[in-house]
């Protein structure tokens, strides 16, 4: 993980005037994050630091509370998208 995170970071020196690549190293750096915190909360589990529940939970509603929340996430990064619930 290190050597992903070093490497954007120089990637992103080089590509500081080019903004399409700008914009992909930032979403390659925001995904690297989320991984990075991905393995350190499976690693928890391993380790029995954090105790994992399982539940049911009821697919549609989820599904709908997650399609919910997209408009305001694309407004707030101020981009544009349609989406259509069935």
Same mark, same amino acid.
């Given at each position: 993980m290190?050597? /992903?995170?070093n490497g954007l970071q120089?990637l992103?020196l ?12 930032e979403?390659?750096?925001r995904?690297?994050?989320h ?6 909360d499976l ?5 029995g630091?954090?105790?994992?529940r ?7 509603? /989820?599904?709908r509370q997650?399609?919910?929340?997209? !408009? ?10 349609r989406f259509?619930? !069935?």
């Open positions: 290190t050597t /992903l995170r120089t992103s080089t590509a500081s005037t080019n903004a399409q690549a700008t914009s992909v190293l979403m390659m750096s995904q690297t994050e991984l990075v915190r991905m393995v350190d690693l928890a589990v391993s380790q630091k954090i105790e994992l399982k539940a049911s939970v009821n697919q549609v509603e /989820l599904t997650a399609t919910e929340s997209i !408009p305001a996430l694309v407004q707030q990064n101020q981009r544009e998208g259509k619930n !069935p």
